[in-house]
C-alpha cells in the first residue's frame, strides 16, 4: 500500500485565480438565451452537448463560479433540459428507495437499512418457513421472496377479503417463486387456537364442502356449470317456463317487433333499413373511445369466479396446515396495526430457537410489545432497537453527511422462542 500525497500544484489549479461565488447573484437575466429559444433548440434535435455548450456561453455567472459551483451547475442544467433515464432490474433496495421517495409514510417509514436489518435479524435462508404480517406494499414480503429464491414458504397475512398481490407484480417474481407463497387471512387467526393438527380434515368441514359441491359440475354447451348453481339454474329455468306457459311473459323475436323498414315521419324522404341503421351504430360504437373500452371489456374472457373461490379457499387449507405444523422458522411483524396482538396470536406457531421480528414506526408501540414479551415466559434476548443512517455525500473536497435526511427509519423488537414450561 503506497500513500499518495496532494501536491500543492493541484490545490492551486482548483484556486488558480482566486474565484468564489461571494459576489454573484442569482437573476433571470444572468441567462441571456430565452425558454422559448431553448425549446426550440430542443424540437430542432440538437445534440446535448451542444445544448449545454450553448447555456454555458449565454451564461452570464458561470465564469465567475469556482471549479466546484460550475459542475454543479451543469449537473443541474443537465437534469432540467435532457432526459435521460436508466432500465434496471427491480429489487428490493430499488422499490424501498423509490417508495420512500415518493412518499414514506405508504410504506410505514420503513428504510432500506431497516429492512436489511429485518432480514438479518429474522435469518432468512433458503428452506425457510416464514410468516409475514406487513402493510407496507409488499415490500418486506417481496424482499423474503427474494432472499429465499423459490426454496422455502412463506405465509403472508391480509386483511380484507382478498390478497393484495400487485404489488409483487413489481418484481417480476418467476412462477416458481411465487408457488412458495401462501396468502392466510388476519380474521381467521384466533380460529387456528380452535383447531388441533390431528383434527384438520373434520375442523375444515365448511372449506371442504364448499370445494365438494364446486367440484361436481355439469357440461352445458361450452361451459362448465356447477353442480349447484345448475340446480339454481334448472329451478328458474323451470319456473320461467311456467310462467311462459301461463301468458304473464310474451318474448318475441326481432323480426316480429321491428320491421324491416322505417316508415318515413311527416316529410321525410330518407328511407334506411333495419341492416343500414345497425350497421351505423355499430360504425358509431367502434369509433367511440368509450365504447372501444367497453367492446374489449366484453371480449375479455370472464374468470369464472367459482373456481377463483375455490382456488382461493384451497390455498388457505394449504396455508392453515403449514401453520399447525408450528414449524415455523421466523416471525416478522412490520405492520401499520398495534403489533402486541398480532405477536401473541401468531407467536405460538413458531419453533423453538426461531427469530421473532417486529418493526413499527413508533417507539410506543413497541414498549408495550416488549413489555408483554417478557411476560410471555416463551422468549428470550429480547431486544428493542433503534435503526440509524447516516448517509454521505462523498466527492473530492467534498465529503460531508447529506443534508437533507430523514431522522430515523423505525424500531425493531427482536426475541428467539424458547420451549415454553407449562405451568
Same mark, same amino acid.
Given at each position: 500500500?503506497?500513500? =499518495?500525497?496532494?501536491?500543492?500544484?493541484? &490545490?492551486?489549479?482548483?484556486?488558480?485565480?482566486?474565484?468564489?461565488?461571494?459576489h454573484?447573484?442569482?437573476?433571470?437575466?444572468?441567462?441571456?438565451?430565452?425558454?422559448?429559444?431553448?425549446?426550440? =433548440?430542443?424540437?430542432?434535435?440538437?445534440?446535448?452537448?451542444?445544448?449545454?455548450e450553448?447555456?454555458?456561453?449565454?451564461?452570464?455567472?458561470?465564469?465567475?463560479?469556482?471549479?466546484?459551483?460550475?459542475?454543479?451547475?451543469?449537473?443541474?442544467?443537465?437534469?432540467?433540459?435532457?432526459?435521460?433515464?436508466?432500465?434496471?432490474?427491480?429489487?428490493?433496495?430499488?422499490?424501498?428507495?423509490?417508495?420512500?421517495?415518493?412518499?414514506?409514510?405508504?410504506?410505514?417509514?420503513?428504510?432500506?437499512?431497516?429492512?436489511?436489518?429485518i432480514?438479518? =435479524?429474522?435469518?432468512?435462508?433458503?428452506?425457510?418457513?416464514?410468516?409475514?404480517?406487513?402493510?407496507c406494499?409488499?415490500?418486506?414480503?417481496?424482499?423474503?421472496?427474494?432472499?429465499?429464491?423459490?426454496?422455502?414458504?412463506?405465509?403472508?397475512?391480509y386483511?380484507?377479503?382478498?390478497?393484495?398481490?400487485?404489488?409483487l &407484480?413489481?418484481?417480476?417474481?418467476?412462477?416458481?417463486?411465487?408457488?412458495?407463497?401462501?396468502? !392466510?387471512?388476519?380474521?381467521?387467526?384466533?380460529?387456528?387456537?380452535?383447531?388441533?393438527? &390431528?383434527?384438520?380434515?373434520?375442523?375444515h +368441514?365448511?372449506?371442504?364442502?364448499?370445494?365438494?359441491?364446486?367440484?361436481?359440475?355439469?357440461?352445458?354447451?361450452?361451459?362448465?356449470?356447477?353442480?349447484?348453481?345448475?340446480?339454481?339454474d334448472?329451478?328458474?329455468?323451470?319456473e320461467?317456463?311456467?310462467?311462459?306457459?301461463?301468458?304473464?311473459?310474451?318474448?318475441l323475436?326481432?323480426?316480429?317487433?321491428?320491421?324491416?323498414?322505417i316508415?318515413?315521419f311527416?316529410?321525410?324522404?330518407?328511407?334506411?333499413?333495419v341492416?343500414?341503421?345497425d350497421?351505423e351504430?355499430?360504425?358509431?360504437?367502434?369509433k367511440?373511445s368509450?365504447?372501444?373500452?367497453?367492446?374489449?371489456?366484453?371480449?375479455k374472457?370472464?374468470k369464472?369466479?367459482?373456481?377463483?373461490?375455490?382456488?382461493?379457499?384451497?390455498?388457505?387449507?394449504?396455508?392453515?396446515?403449514?401453520?399447525?405444523?408450528?414449524?415455523?422458522d421466523?416471525?416478522?411483524?412490520?405492520?401499520?396495526? !398495534?403489533?402486541?396482538?398480532?405477536?401473541?396470536?401468531?407467536? &405460538?406457531?413458531? +419453533?423453538?430457537?426461531?427469530?421473532?421480528?417486529?418493526?413499527?414506526?413508533?417507539?410506543?408501540?413497541?414498549?408495550?410489545? !416488549?413489555?408483554?414479551?417478557?411476560?410471555?415466559?416463551?422468549?428470550?434476548? !429480547?431486544?428493542?432497537?433503534?435503526?440509524w443512517?447516516?448517509?454521505?455525500?462523498?466527492?473530492?473536497?467534498?465529503?460531508?453527511?447529506?443534508?437533507? =435526511?430523514?431522522?430515523?427509519?423505525?424500531?425493531?423488537?427482536?426475541?428467539?422462542?424458547?420451549?415454553k414450561?407449562?405451568?
Amino acid at each position: 500500500m503506497v500513500k =499518495m500525497e496532494r501536491t500543492v500544484e493541484q &490545490d492551486a489549479d482548483i484556486t488558480a485565480e482566486g474565484k468564489d461565488n461571494r459576489h454573484l447573484l442569482d437573476k433571470d437575466s444572468n441567462q441571456k438565451l430565452k425558454q422559448e429559444e431553448i425549446e426550440q =433548440m430542443k424540437k430542432e434535435g440538437v445534440s446535448r452537448d451542444h445544448l449545454i455548450e450553448q447555456l454555458i456561453e449565454n451564461s452570464a455567472t458561470f465564469h465567475g463560479k469556482t471549479g466546484y459551483a460550475q459542475e454543479k451547475w451543469v449537473k443541474k442544467k443537465k437534469k432540467k433540459h435532457l432526459l435521460q433515464f436508466t432500465v434496471l432490474k427491480p429489487t428490493t433496495r430499488l422499490l424501498c428507495e423509490m417508495h420512500w421517495s415518493k412518499g414514506p409514510s405508504r410504506i410505514c417509514n420503513l428504510r432500506i437499512d431497516t429492512l436489511a436489518q429485518i432480514l438479518t =435479524m429474522g435469518n432468512i435462508h433458503a428452506n425457510s418457513t416464514v410468516m409475514v404480517v406487513e402493510s407496507c406494499l409488499g415490500l418486506v414480503t417481496g424482499a423474503v421472496l427474494e432472499r429465499l429464491g423459490g426454496f422455502g414458504k412463506v405465509i403472508s397475512f391480509y386483511h380484507g377479503d382478498t390478497p393484495v398481490k400487485h404489488h409483487l &407484480d413489481n418484481y417480476d417474481f418467476s412462477a416458481e417463486i411465487m408457488g412458495t407463497l401462501y396468502n !392466510y387471512p388476519l380474521e381467521l387467526v384466533n380460529s387456528l387456537k380452535h383447531t388441533k393438527p &390431528d383434527q384438520q380434515s373434520n375442523d375444515h +368441514a365448511p372449506s371442504t364442502a364448499e370445494s365438494c359441491d364446486q367440484s361436481e359440475s355439469i357440461q352445458t354447451g361450452d361451459k362448465t356449470v356447477p353442480q349447484s348453481y345448475s340446480n339454481n339454474d334448472s329451478a328458474n329455468s323451470g319456473e320461467q317456463t311456467n310462467s311462459s306457459q301461463t301468458g304473464s311473459i310474451e318474448t318475441l323475436s326481432r323480426e316480429e317487433t321491428v320491421p324491416d323498414k322505417i316508415e318515413p315521419f311527416g316529410n321525410q324522404s330518407q328511407i334506411q333499413t333495419v341492416s343500414e341503421i345497425d350497421s351505423e351504430i355499430a360504425e358509431a360504437w367502434n369509433k367511440g373511445s368509450k365504447g372501444s373500452r367497453w367492446a374489449k371489456k366484453k371480449n375479455k374472457p370472464q374468470k369464472n369466479r367459482a373456481e377463483a373461490k375455490l382456488n382461493r379457499a384451497k390455498e388457505i387449507e394449504e396455508a392453515r396446515k403449514i401453520i399447525l405444523e408450528k414449524n415455523v422458522d421466523c416471525l416478522i411483524v412490520a405492520s401499520k396495526f !398495534y403489533p402486541t396482538d398480532i405477536l401473541l396470536a401468531l407467536i &405460538d406457531y413458531v +419453533a423453538p430457537s426461531r427469530q421473532v421480528v417486529v418493526f413499527s414506526q413508533f417507539k410506543e408501540a413497541l414498549e408495550d410489545c !416488549y413489555a408483554h414479551l417478557r411476560e410471555h415466559k416463551g422468549l428470550v434476548s !429480547y431486544r428493542l432497537t433503534e435503526t440509524w443512517l447516516r448517509e454521505y455525500q462523498v466527492l473530492p473536497n467534498r465529503t460531508h453527511p447529506v443534508i437533507q =435526511m430523514s431522522g430515523t427509519g423505525g424500531y425493531l423488537v427482536t426475541a428467539t422462542t424458547v420451549i415454553k414450561e407449562d405451568t
